[in-house]
């Protein structure tokens, strides 16, 4: 997508020029295979270099080769593979967004979700910090107008939104990082080694730890079946109702206020009013499904330790008839 801005070399006089060349503004150069390359081309080559080859296949040497031309050539449209780069990281936060929910909770896992899928496609993207310029890029603005959308009906002040939009995207790109992370050394758990840490635990070492590695929750073997919770829709749970108790206003029991004389304006309130409850009842119902998923997953961890506990008991009942016997 082209982002060019109708500018004079004046106007943007001062600006950065990796920023600059981002949106479109920066002078191409006087010298140089003008026809064939720019820097959109360039980035879309070393984008298809590290996603079939990684991230330290992109060389300013490989890519030029792509084209045909000299590494001297590329350097006359990015400077430095450093700044392409970034603007390769810019090229692919949120590939394809589809944020229409009228509900902002819906609406914010949308958005997290499409940030999810594009680190998926490029995983390569998480070994590139993101920098002060990078923020400042067409992709970085796009994602922030989206996630500004996806929270236009969260009552709550701009600075405020755009605070939750930086913790969602830190757990976005954490639990990406941590997932690429698992999966390159295989994720599977080995029989034996959970069956070592099950017996560890059940010495008492690790108490509270104990649950969840008796259900196999800690290796992955529950609680991701089809359509069920993942570890980034856990956090969005946890954090969903905290933004909702601190911000959003229209779930503060406050009182209505007084009528509007103007029609058009009551109907403006009363639409208003209406899209509140609206969403605040899906989210109550969603809520209330994520609940009973989570009270289905406690009956059946209590139904196995307790199993676990009767099995234990007859043990040791039959391991006490037998020192009495003998």
Do not use: C, N
Not at 306 to 326: C, N, T, V
Request: hydrophobic fraction near 45%; avoid cysteine; charged fraction near 25%.
């Amino acid at each position: 997508m082209s982002y060019a801005v109708r500018m004079s070399e004046e106007q943007h006089d001062g600006v950065s020029r990796l920023v600059a060349m981002a949106w479109g503004v920066a002078t191409a150069p006087q010298r140089g295979p003008r026809r064939e390359l720019s820097h959109e081309r360039i980035v879309e080559a070393a984008i298809a270099i590290a996603d079939a080859e990684g991230l330290a296949a992109v060389t300013m040497q490989r890519v030029a080769k792509t084209f045909g031309f000299t590494t001297m050539a590329l350097y006359r449209y990015v400077s430095s593979k450093d700044d392409l780069h970034q603007l390769m990281l810019d090229a692919v936060v949120g590939d394809d967004w589809a944020v229409e929910d009228e509900d902002w909770r819906t609406g914010l896992e949308q958005w997290a979700r499409t940030i999810a899928a594009g680190y998926a496609r490029h995983p390569w993207a998480l070994d590139l910090p993101l920098s002060s310029e990078t923020l400042l890029m067409p992709g970085q603005v796009h994602a922030v107008d989206q996630g500004m959308r996806a929270l236009r009906t969260l009552t709550a002040p701009p600075e405020a939104k755009l605070g939750v939009l930086m913790a969602v995207a830190v757990q976005v790109r954490g639990f990406a990082a941590l997932g690429r992370d698992v999966s390159g050394d295989g994720g599977a758990v080995a029989e034996p080694t959970r069956r070592l840490l099950r017996e560890i635990v059940a010495q008492g070492r690790f108490p509270d730890a104990r649950a969840v590695i008796d259900s196999g929750l800690f290796f992955g073997e529950a609680g991701l079946e089809a359509g069920g919770d993942d570890d980034l829709g856990v956090a969005l749970q946890l954090l969903m109702p905290g933004i909702e108790a601190v911000l959003d206003g229209s779930s503060t029991g406050a009182a209505p206020p007084a009528p509007l004389d103007d029609p058009a304006a009551r109907l403006t309130a009363a639409q208003e009013e209406l899209a509140a409850v609206t969403a605040l009842r899906k989210a109550t119902q969603r809520r209330v499904r994520e609940l009973e998923k989570r009270e289905d997953r406690a009956r059946r961890a209590r139904d196995e330790a307790r199993a676990a506990a009767k099995a234990a008991a007859r043990a040791a009942a039959r391991a006490d008839g037998s020192s009495l016997g003998s």
